[in-house]
């Protein structure tokens, strides 16, 4: 079992900046492949970025747009998503998801992934 806990969810103004963190844990040594996703009021969840634990390769959402950046820290399981430039329908819960099947599985779809996190708030202002 793994546990994926997001933080660093708030309150910003458009054009601001946060940092998402999303620590895993329950398999010591062990290697994920982890993404983030978002989900809007009244909207379907979608995927936001991605990043592999073999050769660190990153994916976007078109709607990113060069403003988010995805990284990891190996040494301590952990995520992050640096979000940039933010805009108003950037708000949403964004999730923290952990595919720890290493099989390089498509890292843009839902079903991908075996374990999610509670999800934490972004709220952009405009």
């Known amino acids: 079992q793994v546990q994926a806990v997001e933080s660093g969810g708030g309150l910003v103004q458009a054009g601001g900046s946060l940092r998402l963190s999303c620590a895993a844990s329950?398999?010591?040594?062990?290697?994920?492949?982890m993404g983030w996703f978002r989900q809007a009021p009244g909207k379907a969840r979608e995927f936001v970025a991605a990043i592999r634990w073999s050769g660190g390769s990153t994916f976007y959402a078109e709607f990113v747009e060069g403003r988010f950046t995805i990284s990891r820290e190996k040494s301590k399981n952990t995520m992050y998503l640096q979000m940039n430039s933010l805009k108003p329908e950037d708000t949403a819960v964004y999730y923290c998801a952990v595919d720890s099947s290493l099989s390089n599985n498509n890292p843009r779809s839902l079903g991908t992934y075996e374990y999610w996190g509670q999800g934490t708030q972004v709220t952009v202002s405009s």
């Open positions: 329950g398999r010591p040594f062990r290697a994920y492949d």
